[in-house]
């Protein structure tokens, strides 16, 4: 009778982590391209995301091929970056879309212009994809493997 390998622990989060980041991969190539054909680069504040999209594609393919204490530490500073970038976004898009709002209308206060900021020309909620992908990274190298090596080899140095 068949019997599948027994898979420990450990090798199903190993391979659950590379899953979350060749996802989260294919995300990140596919907002870097939509913002490019969305033409995203008005000013410097637009480049940001694209900047940091491509920055990240060439790290979290090398986080994935090989994973080593470097390029895990690299990835998660990329990946607060990522969620500190998405924070900003959500706060230029809202506010400008409550800057138009008040040119056409004036009048409006309170939650109708929260309302309609938030439906706006400028996508207010759009830029929480940067937040999204920043938290997916981290959690992805929670508990890294790389990281537990590298402080217990430390730590056998520094104690023999």
């Not at 980041?21 to 504040?45: K, N, Q, R, S, Y």
């Not at 900047?51 to 080593?68: C, E, H, Q, R, Y």
């Amino acid at each position: 009778m068949f019997q599948p390998p027994r898979v420990t622990p450990l090798d199903d989060a190993g391979t659950l982590r590379r899953l979350v980041l060749a996802v989260l991969t294919f995300g990140i190539v596919g907002v870097g391209f939509e913002l490019v054909l969305l033409d995203h680069m008005e000013d410097p504040w637009q480049w940001a995301p694209i900047a940091l999209l491509a920055a990240a594609l060439p790290v979290s393919i090398w986080l994935i091929l090989s994973p080593g204490f470097a390029v895990v530490r690299t990835y998660q500073a990329m990946m607060v970056l990522f969620v500190i970038s998405g924070f900003i976004g959500q706060w230029l898009h809202y506010k400008g879309n409550v800057e138009f709002e008040l040119e056409m209308y004036p009048s409006r206060q309170g939650l109708e212009l929260v309302w309609e900021a938030l439906g706006g020309a400028y996508p207010s909620l759009a830029p929480g994809t940067m937040i999204l992908f920043g938290l997916l990274g981290l959690v992805a190298c929670l508990r890294h493997p790389a990281l537990h090596s590298r402080s217990v080899s430390t730590n056998t140095l520094e104690n023999p």
